[in-house]
T-cell receptor
Framework: GENVEQHPSTLSVQEGDSAVIKCTYS??????FPWYKQELGKRPQLIID?????GEKKDQRIAVTLNKTAKHFSLHITETQPEDSAVYFC?????????????FGTGTRLKVLA | DTGVSQNPRHKITKRGQNVTFRCDPI?????LYWYRQTLGQGPEFLTY????????KSRLLSDRFSAERPKGSFSTLEIQRTEQGDSAMYLC??????????FGPGTRLTVL
């Protein structure tokens, strides 16, 4: 089936602490896993992605890890700041018709408390 | 602005009316996707195009929904005989060669 599960649905952390959001996908053919940040009333913005040929990718305070065997991938935000507060979505590519579509998780609302 | 654009940004209509939305992708992107997003949910896949060819349409999409991308550039999404359950944000996205997807600002539809 085509399914991406995302947990937790809400997450509150103190400013400066780390936040971790986890996703699980169902299609073993998925090979591209982007993460999006969506602020209230705005469009989803691509913040980081990972492909199936690597296990980890880091960009400043944000990192993503991938476990293909377990079909898990996670977003890690370190030294959280109030401006990190938003809804975060994971997604997985699904091969179809010679190219790809993307299935999204249900989102995690992150609140960073000052 | 070289990003994805969508028009209109907001649409209020009465039940039973037809509505059409437009999406202009980033010019060099050949894949274009339509999604629906309701409050508290992630974008739900509706359909997508590679150039002018519509490659897949979600099984969840009723026959009242149709999309076109006639010249492989902009795309339109039409909803016929709108129902209150169609109220949502309709997002368009285009994808580069590497699969990176960029979203437009969306069209918020309210069906009264």
């Amino acid at each position: 089936g085509e399914n991406v599960e995302q947990h937790p649905s809400t997450l509150s952390v103190q400013e400066g602490d780390s936040a971790v959001i986890k996703c699980t996908y169902s299609d073993s053919a998925s090979n591209y896993f982007p993460w999006y940040k969506q602020e209230l009333g705005k469009r989803p913005q691509l913040i980081i992605d990972i492909r199936s040929n690597v296990g980890e990718k880091k960009d400043q305070r944000i990192a993503v890890t991938l476990n293909k065997t377990a079909k898990h991938f996670s977003l890690h935000i370190t030294e959280t700041q109030p401006e990190d507060s938003a809804v975060y979505f994971c997604a997985a590519s699904i091969p179809t018709s010679g190219t790809y579509k993307y299935i999204f998780g249900t989102g995690t609302r992150l609140k960073v408390l000052a | 602005d070289t990003g994805v654009s969508q028009n209109p940004r907001h649409k209020i209509t009465k039940r039973g009316q037809n509505v059409t939305f437009r999406c202009d992708p980033i010019s060099e992107h050949n894949r274009l996707y339509w999604y629906r997003q309701t409050l508290g949910q992630g974008p739900e896949f509706l359909t997508y195009f590679q150039n002018e060819a519509q490659l897949e349409k979600s099984r969840l999409l009723s026959d009242r929904f149709s999309a076109e991308r006639p010249k492989g550039s902009f795309s339109t999404l039409e909803i016929q005989r709108t129902e209150q359950g169609d109220s949502a944000m309709y997002l368009c996205a285009s994808t580069n060669y590497f699969g990176e997807q960029f979203f437009g600002p969306g069209t918020r539809l309210t069906v009264l």
